[in-house]
């Protein structure tokens, strides 16, 4: 849907952009790039071993008369993270925006979680949020310009039993959030965070229905979230509306954190 302000111009355009989206094969990154591509942006986006699901989100993503290309990318790896962004910025000439999104969940209570788990969760959510921004940082600070929008959680804020590690992660992406915000914003670069809630993703479908029913009783609006809400989101903190907002943390959970 294309919007519109009292004097006609048209509100949270991206034409002309290139945005970075990280763990957007499916999920809430595939829902932000098809928000952004329907705005006008080009679309670069990262998975990982999800070779099916990236294929299907390229097609539908070029149907749309953008340009868009699927790179898979381990983005724990900086390496391959750094590679992946040099690479994009070669096919795309630039990039004005990065959507760091991937993310795992190995969740079980502190008793039972390995050293592994607690690593491996590290090193996708949060780390990789920082191999991405390290990797475009020198990009948007010669450019004088950039959006940067990192997917936390609500957990990352309260805290939540047997997410000892995923927690750790997301509230690790608030405190990237505002320190990258702080370094960069004379540079006219803005940094936000999203902590979506009870969201409607492959992930929350298979939680136990006992522990869904809690959840919702537990929220307002007494509802889950869509992918589009955090899209709608994530498209207005890419725009140009959004300029004079950074080092920010916007809850998109129906209350639930209240």
Partial sequence: MTHFDVSGKIMFELTGKTAIITGASRGIGKA?????????????????????????????????????????????????????????????????????????????????????????????????????????????????????????????????????NYASAKAGMIGLTKSVAKELGARNVTVNAIAPGFIKTDMTDGMPEKAKEATLAAIPMKRMGQVEDIANTALFLASDEAAYISGEVIRVDGGLAM
């Fill in 32 to 164: 932000i790039a098809m928000k952004f591509a329907s705005q006008g942006a080009n679309i670069a986006f990262l998975h990982y071993m999800d070779a099916d699901n990236a294929a299907a989100t390229e097609k539908e993503l070029n149907e749309l008369g953008i340009k868009a290309k699927g790179y898979e990318c381990n983005v724990a790896d900086f390496a391959a993270a750094n590679a992946a962004v040099e690479q994009i910025l070669e096919d795309f000439g630039e990039a004005h925006i990065l959507v760091n999104n991937a993310g795992i969940v190995r969740d079980m209570l502190m008793l039972k979680m390995q050293e592994s788990d607690f690593d491996a969760v590290i090193s996708v959510n949060l780390k990789g949020a920082f191999n991405m921004t390290k990797s475009v940082y020198q990009h948007f600070m010669k450019k004088r310009r950039g959006r940067i929008i990192n997917i936390s959680s609500i957990v990352g804020l309260t805290g939540n039993a047997g997410q000892t």
